[in-house]
């Protein structure tokens, strides 16, 4: 997460790709959940901290919505990619053409596309390490697990309702080394 964060520039584009970097990793959203997030979903509590609303998920069919708590850190690079494409509402991610355009939403697929752009272009990346859809999941994931969380509350974290989805994710540490893991 760290070396694919340090290859985010300092421009608009490198600040809108440290969002769903950040967002994704935090929240251990799927995709198309990140590209959901809008910036009046944001809610704001007394710390002065927001809080993204999730309307819907896969595990969510009834709408119910969830808030999930980010860091101080990722609100502000939220804060500061809002004011940068001066938006008030809105999807929060959004794709960027290569005119400097700014669209109103970023698809799912452009989510994996950025990964492994960034990650093509880091020089201690190994071939074949690529990022797949469920990247973040499973990075955060492996991070939580490797920090002592239990199984419950890596299952709160991570949306899952039977311990059969969070273990198949855990099952993967067995296959990653610290150099190659699929962390995002």
């Known amino acids: 997460m760290e070396r694919l964060l340090s290859n985010c520039s300092d421009d608009l584009k490198g600040i809108r790709n440290r969002v769903p970097l950040q967002l994704g990793y935090e929240t251990m959203r799927r995709r198309s959940e990140l590209c959901s997030f809008r910036f009046e979903d944001l809610e704001v509590r007394n ?3 927001p809080i993204p609303h999730l309307q819907k998920s896969k595990a969510d069919q009834e709408s119910i ?3 999930i708590p980010i860091s101080r850190e990722l609100g502000n690079l939220i804060e500061t990619w809002r004011k940068k494409i001066d938006a008030e509402r809105g999807f929060i991610l959004r794709s960027i053409d290569k005119h400097g355009n700014i669209s109103s939403r970023l698809s799912p697929g452009s989510v994996q596309l950025i990964l492994n752009c960034l990650s093509d272009s880091m020089t201690t990346c190994e071939e074949g390490n690529r990022f797949s859809g469920h ?6 994931d492996l991070d939580l697990l490797g920090k002592g969380e239990t199984l419950e509350r890596i ?3 991570g949306g899952w309702k039977s311990q059969d989805s969070a273990i198949r994710y855990l099952q993967q540490l067995d296959y990653a080394s610290p150099e190659t893991s699929p962390k995002a």
């Open 47 to 49: 710390d002065v901290k």
């Open 135 to 140: 990247s973040f999941r499973v990075g955060a």
């Open 65 to 67: 919505g969830r808030i």
């Open 155 to 157: 299952m709160v974290r």
